[in-house]
């Protein structure tokens, strides 16, 4: 075997590409499949089809030891661990889709040479299914815990490598081991349910902590007090930490959402009634409609209202829109008789068929031009450098923020004249 062992990515889609990128960035030689044609085509160019900060620059500088394709058999040809990475988006019944997993385990044909080390997120128990259903395949469970727009960063310098693997895996999963020792981080080994069950408990705490700091919020606003320093006080205790606690209007994307209805779906599967995880998702629905009321609240009837939304991704530098609040907002907004227009740096395209009656603008300044309100939903830093007090204001028809992500100078604002609402204070 080689000093750097080769590896296989099966699906390059948003974790897919990272995960090929950073590895060969550590050295190895990766075999990236898809099945989408066009996209290996233009990978094998050097061309990043997602908005992710430094993966393009990864990409080129390691485009010869990055090997895209479409056929598997390569793959098996040159790399005996293979990262599933395809997505496992939800079903009508909240439970995850495990179809491109199993077209993907169809595809390893009956070697026994390989293991399969599962990355896409999937629910607790898959591994053992799998291993029913193959029998002889190796199994690594090997979840990840990137964050969009952060991905590079969060692979090289992750918190913690979680390698999940039954006995009878026990060799591969210390070649995956193997992999992530340059990076230096806390490693913990165990079965391959619980690795599974890390990931979605992960997801599951995070989603909780926003939207128990929304809630908070929500009683800050009616008690008079100001979450910010809520947070920050709640932040300093060691046992809570300072992370995940900033209020405002909502968790979206590909991961929270799906993944807390997945553990809800899957513990109720087995009997089980895990109220928290109802409330959690209830107020996270609740928290992306507050806006309207405060909108309301300043203009009564928004019939007729020119509204501008400030950033349409989940979250900024990335161009997802899964499950993003805007277009929660956007459709409430045109429900409740308001002319929606919408500006964001990179995600306004990728959300133009959903985002209906939307008039999507080019810049910032353009969204704001006679606008009766302006509402920050996500919090690009662009949107800071604005020049709130001059050209903004000048623009506007009324002089009124909705901060959704209590992201802006609410005292430099108002100094200007602005109407301010922010979350929780
Ligand atoms: C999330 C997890 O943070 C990653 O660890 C995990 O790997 C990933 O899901 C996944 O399962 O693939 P991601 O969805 O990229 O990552 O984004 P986050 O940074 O976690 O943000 C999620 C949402 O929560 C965003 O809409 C963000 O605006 C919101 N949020 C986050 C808050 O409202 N308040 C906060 O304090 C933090």
């Given at each position: 075997?080689?000093?750097?062992?080769?590896?296989?990515?099966?699906?390059?889609?948003?974790?897919?590409?990272?995960?090929?990128?950073?590895?060969?960035?550590?050295?190895?030689?990766?075999?990236?499949?898809?099945?989408?044609?066009?996209?290996?085509?233009?990978?094998?160019?050097?061309?990043?089809?997602?908005?992710?900060?430094?993966?393009?620059?990864?990409?080129?500088?390691?485009?010869?030891?990055?090997?895209?394709?479409?056929?598997?058999?390569?793959?098996?040809?040159?790399?005996?661990?293979?990262?599933?990475?395809?997505?496992?988006?939800?079903?009508?019944?909240?439970?995850?889709?495990?179809?491109?997993?199993?077209?993907?385990?169809?595809?390893?044909?009956?070697?026994?040479?390989?293991?399969?080390?599962?990355?896409?997120?999937?629910?607790?128990?898959?591994?053992?299914?799998?291993?029913?259903?193959?029998?002889?395949?190796?199994?690594?469970?090997?979840?990840?815990?990137?964050?969009?727009?952060?991905?590079?960063?969060?692979?090289?310098?992750?918190?913690?490598?979680?390698?999940?693997?039954?006995?009878?895996?026990?060799?591969?999963?210390?070649?995956?081991?193997?992999?992530?020792?340059?990076?230096?981080?806390?490693?913990?080994?165990?079965?391959?349910?619980?690795?599974?069950?890390?990931?979605?408990?992960?997801?599951?705490?995070?989603?909780?902590?926003i939207s128990f700091i929304n809630e908070i919020a929500n009683v800050s606003e009616e008690l008079g007090a100001d979450v910010e320093e809520v947070a920050r006080g709640m932040g300093l205790d060691e046992r809570i930490g300072?992370?995940?606690?900033?209020?405002?209007?909502?968790?979206?994307?590909?991961?929270?959402?799906?993944?807390?209805?997945?553990?809800?779906?899957?513990?109720?599967?087995?009997?089980?009634?895990?109220?928290?995880?109802?409330?959690?998702?209830?107020?996270?629905?609740?928290?992306?409609?507050?806006?309207?009321?405060?909108?309301?609240?300043?203009?009564?009837?928004?019939?007729?209202?020119?509204?501008?939304?400030?950033?349409?991704?989940?979250?900024?530098?990335?161009?997802?829109?899964?499950?993003?609040?805007?277009?929660?907002?956007?459709?409430?907004?045109?429900?409740?008789?308001?002319?929606?227009?919408?500006?964001?740096?990179?995600?306004?395209?990728?959300?133009?068929?959903?985002?209906?009656?939307?008039?999507?603008?080019?810049?910032?300044?353009?969204?704001?031009?006679?606008?009766?309100?302006?509402?920050?939903?996500?919090?690009?830093?662009?949107?800071?450098?604005?020049?709130?007090?001059?050209?903004?204001?000048?623009?506007?028809?009324?002089?009124?923020?909705?901060?959704?992500?209590?992201?802006?100078?609410?005292?430099?604002?108002?100094?200007?004249?602005?109407?301010?609402?922010g979350v929780g204070r």
């Open positions: 075997m080689p000093e750097k062992e080769p590896i296989g990515v099966i699906g390059v889609g948003w974790v897919g590409l990272v995960t090929a990128a950073c590895f060969a960035e550590l050295g190895h030689e990766v075999h990236a499949r898809d099945i989408v044609e066009d996209k290996v085509a233009s990978l094998s160019h050097g061309e990043v089809p997602i908005h992710e900060p430094e993966l393009p620059e990864l990409v080129t500088k390691n485009a010869e030891r990055l090997h895209f394709t479409t056929d598997m058999d390569e793959l098996l040809e040159n790399a005996e661990l293979l990262f599933c990475c395809v997505d496992t988006p939800p079903t009508y019944s909240g439970d995850a889709d495990l179809s491109r997993v199993d077209a993907v385990i169809e595809s390893l044909g009956d070697s026994n040479e390989h293991a399969l080390v599962m990355k896409s997120t999937v629910p607790v128990g898959t591994g053992r299914s799998i291993k029913r259903r193959r029998d002889g395949l190796a199994y690594v469970a090997n979840p990840e815990f990137l964050k969009e727009g952060s991905a590079v960063r969060d692979f090289m310098k992750p918190d913690r490598v979680v390698v999940g693997a039954d006995d009878d895996s026990e060799e591969f999963a210390q070649r995956v081991q193997a992999l992530y020792e340059p990076l230096g981080a806390e490693l913990v080994r165990t079965d391959v349910a619980s690795a599974e069950m890390i990931k979605l408990a992960s997801n599951a705490f995070l989603a909780t902590k300072p992370k995940f606690l900033q209020a405002g209007v909502g968790y979206g994307g590909s991961c929270f959402p799906k993944d807390v209805q997945a553990l809800k779906q899957l513990a109720g599967n087995s009997g089980y009634h895990f109220q928290l995880l109802t409330a959690v998702v209830e107020v996270n629905e609740l928290q992306k409609r507050r806006t309207i009321s405060k909108l309301q609240k300043h203009l009564g009837s928004l019939v007729g209202k020119e509204i501008a939304l400030l950033g349409v991704a989940f979250k900024p530098n990335t161009d997802d829109v899964r499950e993003a609040t805007s277009l929660v907002l956007a459709g409430r907004l045109h429900g409740e008789g308001a002319n929606v227009r919408v500006y964001d740096p990179v995600a306004a395209e990728r959300a133009r068929a959903i985002l209906g009656d939307a008039r999507i603008c080019d810049s910032a300044l353009d969204a704001v031009n006679g606008a009766d309100a302006v509402v920050l939903v996500t919090e690009w830093s662009e949107f800071e450098d604005l020049d709130w007090g001059g050209e903004v204001k000048r623009r506007m028809r009324t002089p009124l923020v909705v901060d959704g992500r209590n992201f802006l100078d609410r005292e430099v604002l108002q100094a200007a004249g602005f109407t301010y609402e």
